[in-house]
């Protein structure tokens, strides 16, 4: 039975190519292309497929038993908090932050002593409502799955949670992080119950991985 390991696509997919070489695992040539229409490619080592998921679907594909192992951005495990996923290995690539942001111009004025309720753009509803939460403010999620940016000077919302890497393209479109919510980086996520009943093949890919993480 064949081991399959879940990519990203973009950033991390690219970040990740010399840890997987250094875990002795090399895809075909073309599983780095992202024009190509082909999800599921063979690797150098027998027995080892990659599948190329979108992030925001690695850790379901771990999750449900379609991938064995997957590397995983930290904000998709902090959304999701799948009970089946395992994260063993912090892999120190796709470091960023999720954040809160708002216009400049309105930035630091909201009152939250006053508030019970407030508008928020996310793609991650589950960590914005516990981040406002927390404050005692109930988050009404505006759910959009990109051009984040655009909803507060549109009136979609007062302010966004996003994920930020430099912040550029915040500045870009008038608005600045006024809270950091959890710096993130991608981690090496096992499903539970592979490794139980395939705790040889599922660890030995583990300390391939955690060698790895020392060039």
């Given at each position: 039975m064949s081991i399959v390991l879940a990519l990203p696509k973009g950033r991390i997919l690219k970040e990740a190519g010399p840890l997987l070489a250094r875990a002795g695992i090399t895809p075909e040539a073309d599983y780095a292309d992202e024009s190509s229409r082909k999800l599921r490619f063979a690797t150098s080592t027998p027995g080892v497929d990659v599948i190329r998921v979108r992030s925001f679907d690695v850790a379901t594909f771990v999750a449900f038993g379609g991938a064995e192992i997957g590397i995983c951005g930290g904000d998709v495990l902090m959304e999701f908090d799948y009970p089946e996923v395992y994260t063993p290995l912090d892999l120190g690539i796709g470091q960023c932050r999720i954040s809160v942001a708002e216009p400049k111009d309105d930035a630091g004025q909201t009152d939250f002593a006053t508030q019970s309720r407030?508008?928020?753009?996310?793609?991650y509803p589950n960590v914005a409502k516990k981040h406002f939460a927390a404050k005692g403010i109930q988050a009404e999620i505006v759910?959009?799955?990109?051009?984040?940016?655009?909803?507060?000077?549109?009136?979609?919302?007062?302010?966004?949670?996003?994920?930020?890497?430099?912040?550029?393209?915040?500045?870009?479109?008038?608005?600045?992080?006024?809270?950091?919510?959890?710096h993130v980086s991608s981690r090496l996520v096992v499903n539970r119950v592979a490794l139980k009943t395939r705790p040889d093949e599922i660890g030995a890919w583990i300390d391939a991985f955690r060698k790895a993480l020392t060039p």
């Open positions: 407030i508008r928020v753009a996310s793609k759910a959009l799955n990109g051009a984040m940016e655009l909803a507060p000077g549109l009136g979609l919302s007062r302010m966004i949670v996003d994920l930020v890497q430099t912040g550029s393209t915040l500045r870009a479109n008038g608005l600045v992080e006024t809270d950091v919510i959890a």
